[in-house]
């Protein structure tokens, strides 16, 4: 359901947006994500990261309300969506699915992610998206170290009609593996 107010706009990103991307991004971890280690970086060295490297990397949009103000950005490289933050006051509101729907015109035959196994609200909105689960690790190739899954959407099945992975967070084939 897109209850996002009509006035939020897409758009995409640039310099000017990056220190209002970085708090976004902070605020979220912080506020939705509690298992997560503390955030050791400052708001400036993540503008910085930001700047130097997302904006580099990544075709980025922000979901802009009338004032101008950032409620969540996108990060596309290639096929994968390296970033997909809302202001957590903002969730639940359409607004991080008319994000991934723009993802999706950038990047029509797949988009891959990665996310945290205990992010069960992020889990719940790309398997509502049609994400399955394609593979899963126990953390050691993250920085966090936590335990990740990788998902992946595409327009259509497989061809016998059977999705790589369940949204359930199970892999076809491999009993017990998450």
């Not at 997560?36 to 490297?53: A, F, G, K, N, S």
């Amino acid at each position: 359901m897109d209850d996002a107010p009509s006035t939020t706009r897409i758009r995409p990103a640039g310099p000017a947006d990056a220190a209002e991307i970085a708090a976004v991004q902070m605020r979220s971890r912080v506020e939705t994500m509690p298992y997560l280690p503390p955030q050791r970086r400052t708001h400036e060295q993540v503008t910085r990261w930001v700047e130097d490297i997302v904006l580099r990397d990544c075709r980025i949009w922000v979901a802009v309300d009338d004032g101008g103000r950032i409620l969540g950005f996108a990060a596309l490289e290639g096929t994968m969506l390296e970033h997909l933050y809302l202001l957590p006051e903002t969730r639940r509101r359409g607004i991080g699915s008319r994000l991934l729907d723009q993802v999706r015109r950038h990047s029509p035959d797949q988009v891959t992610l990665h996310v945290f196994q205990q992010n069960t609200d992020a889990r719940a909105f790309y398997a509502k998206h049609g994400f399955t689960v394609v593979d899963s690790t126990d953390g050691r190739g993250n920085m966090e170290k936590l335990p990740d899954l990788t998902l992946r959407w595409t327009p259509d099945r497989a061809p016998d009609g059977t999705p790589e992975g369940t949204p359930d967070g199970t892999l076809h084939g491999v009993p017990g593996e998450r």
